[in-house]
């Protein structure tokens, strides 16, 4: 465990910084746009949520393009983490610990808003941007949840392991990540992360239905892709970990490695005849 940590602990400061500035985002985002006596103001509510997903899908996209996120892999969600080690894509304690220092990142992120900005962003109705059940209740909530949680990992395995636009896969994230605030949010909050989740929860003192996004999200992910590999056949060696596969940084396990090279090895021979022609 020791050695592990030694030799991994930059990607794990990775996924508590990833996460962290996810939060920090929404916590700022949330409150320019929803605290009472905000500067800012909508002729429609559905124009200030298009606003708030924008400016959490541009943050998400920013994150798994980033240095840093192309190293660690960008997870910056257990329910993803614990997804991939389900795929024998990242040892056990290295799981352990990214999901650690999401709860970490998620938690100093939060808190790092609620000092800078004080109770606009700590009283309602932002009260630490909190995951809590819309108008149609738990059940609307849980099938959201489940919904939104399913359809991301779909996404992200399909469309990393396809050569042509694995690149993209990022891309993809942050579209789905600015959809969901606009339409899930007011069913569920849009938490799909348990780190996010407990990160605004413990602050907030609300527990609200907490179970709903403490298993909902790894559930669904889990599912998915066990479904991914029953339709396309395709052995979880064969499929790489990172929401942003490059060849410019190491994947935290070699089978991953292999696998990233697998995807990006069509790109550079593209590259290389572009560049000849």
Not at 200 to 209: I, K, Y
Not at 245 to 270: F, H, L
Request: aromatic share 14%; with cysteine.
């Amino acid at each position: 465990m020791f050695q592990i940590f030694r030799d991994h602990w930059p990607n794990y400061l990775i996924e508590a910084w990833g996460l962290g500035t996810f939060m920090v985002s929404a916590g700022v985002f949330a409150t320019l746009l929803y605290a009472e006596n905000s500067p800012l103001s909508f002729p429609h509510p559905l124009l200030r949520d298009l606003v708030m997903g924008l400016g959490m899908g541009g943050t998400a996209i920013a994150i798994i393009y980033s240095p840093w996120g192309k190293r660690s892999g960008a997870h910056i969600n257990p329910a993803v983490t614990l997804t991939f080690f389900h795929l024998n894509k990242i040892a056990a304690w290295d799981a352990f610990f990214y999901i650690l220092f999401q709860f970490i990142g998620a938690l100093a992120g939060v808190l790092l808003v609620a000092v800078a900005l004080g109770s606009p962003f700590q009283e309602a109705p932002v009260n630490y941007v909190v995951t809590v059940p819309g108008q149609w209740g738990w059940p609307a909530a849980l099938v959201a949840e489940f919904t939104i949680s399913f359809v991301l990992m779909t996404m992200v395995l399909w469309v990393s392991n396809t050569p042509q636009i694995a690149r993209l896969t990022g891309l993809f994230s942050g579209i789905l990540v600015t959809l969901y605030v606009v339409f899930s949010a007011p069913i569920s909050g849009f938490g799909m992360n348990p780190a996010r989740t407990f990160g605004s929860a413990l602050p907030a003192q609300t527990w609200t239905a907490f179970w709903i996004y403490y298993f909902a999200p790894p559930l669904a992910m889990l599912l998915a892709a066990d479904l991914y590999q029953r339709i396309t056949k395709m052995r979880s060696h064969s499929i790489c970990s990172k929401l942003c596969p490059n060849g410019e940084t190491p994947c935290i396990s070699p089978i991953c490695c292999s696998a990233c090279d697998q995807v990006i090895r069509p790109w550079r021979q593209k590259e290389k005849v572009d560049a000849i022609s």
